[in-house]
């Protein structure tokens, strides 16, 4: 790390935050010889991890002005079929990556025009997409409403059990020798001479080298810090539920996005419904019309779900950056590195994460695949509209601008 200063063989590693980046970073750390403490204001994975779905969805989340997000999210599910098989062994634990692939569905002609055109798009970064007819798509799901119009295939595009990704990767993080302190806020991040130098929970303070901030949609709100290196990460809450097929004969095999929610089947019978986008805080409610919203999309889609029960309903909050994107890399205050603000993408790129703190810890390297997701894009970001207003402005304008 070039802020940090010459490290020991062996640091001392400090993650706040026990989902599956804070743990699959602990991990990856502990294999190159570091020691490393974990903590976590509850238990490991209970955070946006539990909540999460799974999804692997590199493709069909493709979107304009999101190519380096895009490849980021290629890089890291490529990776996802060795980490899960390496996780497995090291665990002895499984995690349920599934390869069926993921269907987006047009239930009318308007969709249809609509994905067809997302599709184009989509298909110009080389993505390994195919349109698929109703009869086709019916052919892989016969449960799907047969009004459908087709739907958009990605051969690529998998799940895995996020709950068993996070119930392994705490196994294997503790036969790797982390120490995990579960139940156990960080109430500051303690620092000297302008240097993160530990972590302060319940009146003691912990030394450590390095402090890796992995506290998702909580990142902001541990003290000690100058808000000038605080990362723009704020809660994005979502509802869910999980209704229970019979998983003999399950209504759906596949990943399926429907207009309003997408479906996950889970190979115990479990089919996970999300998830509303709402910019409420950490706001915990469980509420009618975001419940009514899943399941009138699900139902649109599947009409089948109407006789099955349902089996949990949770909320859980995304750790959304200002612009959506991660936040990985170095800060600019020596020794605390920063790996946040996932917002969906959490799960899938939680190889890639792993790999790239550990080898910026250990080796002083950044990984150039994080270049476009350091904390400065935020800096840089203001300073060319503070240029932008500048050159616009005249003499003695005041834009009243303040950094968030």
Do not use: C
């Not at 497995?88 to 995690?95: I, K």
């Not at 996950?264 to 975001?290: H, M, Q, S, W, Y």
């Not at 605390?336 to 810890?361: C, E, M, Q, S």
Request: neutral net charge; hydrophobic residues 45%.
């Amino acid at each position: 790390m070039s802020k940090r200063g010459s490290l020991s063989p062996s640091p001392t590693v400090a993650i706040i935050g026990a989902g599956v980046i804070g743990l699959a970073t602990a991990w990856r750390l502990a294999q190159r010889g570091a020691k490393v403490i974990v903590f976590d204001k509850g238990t490991a994975g209970s955070g946006a991890t539990h909540a999460a779905a799974g999804m692997l969805a590199a493709h069909l989340e493709a979107e304009p002005r999101e190519e380096n997000l895009v490849a980021l999210n290629r890089a890291s599910q490529q990776l996802w079929p060795a980490f899960a098989e390496e996780l497995e062994a090291a665990s002895g634990l499984p995690v349920d990556l599934r390869t069926e692939g993921t269907f987006l569905l047009a239930l009318t002609g308007d969709d249809q025009s609509r994905l067809k055109h997302v599709l184009a798009f989509q298909k110009s970064l080389g993505l390994p997409l195919e349109w698929l007819t109703t009869a086709e798509v019916r052919k892989r799901e016969p449960y799907l409403t047969p009004t459908i119009s087709g739907a958009i295939f990605s051969p690529q595009d998998h799940q895995v059990d996020n709950r068993a990704v996070a119930v392994a990767l705490r196994a294997a993080v503790l036969k790797a020798g982390v120490t995990l302190r579960e139940n156990t806020p960080v109430e500051r991040i303690v620092t000297s001479d302008s240097r993160v130098t530990g972590v302060g929970i319940a009146g003691d303070t912990i030394a450590a080298d390095v402090v890796i901030l992995a506290a998702g949609a909580w990142s902001r709100s541990i003290d000690g810090l100058p808000k000038s290196v605080l990362p723009p990460v704020r809660p994005v809450k979502g509802q869910m539920l999980a209704l229970r097929m019979d998983p003999r004969a399950p209504l759906l095999s596949h990943v399926v996005w429907a207009p309003g929610a997408y479906l996950v089947p889970r190979k115990d019978g479990r089919l996970l419904i999300g998830a509303t986008v709402e910019e409420k805080g950490f706001d915990t409610n469980l509420t009618a019309g975001g419940q009514l919203a899943l399941l009138e999309a699900t139902w649109r889609a599947l009409p089948g779900i109407e006789e099955l029960p349902i089996d949990e309903m949770w909320v859980g909050f995304r750790p959304g950056s200002r612009d959506d994107a991660p936040i990985i890399g170095e800060s600019a205050m020596p020794g605390l590195v920063y790996a946040t603000g996932h917002y969906r993408n959490g799960i899938l790129l939680t190889p890639i994460t792993a790999d790239a703190i550990a080898t910026l810890v250990m080796d002083g390297k950044a990984d150039p695949r994080m270049n476009n997701f350091s904390f400065e894009r935020f800096a840089r970001l203001v300073s060319r509209i503070r240029s932008s207003h500048d050159l616009a402005a005249p003499s003695g304008a005041n834009f009243g601008f303040q950094g968030h």
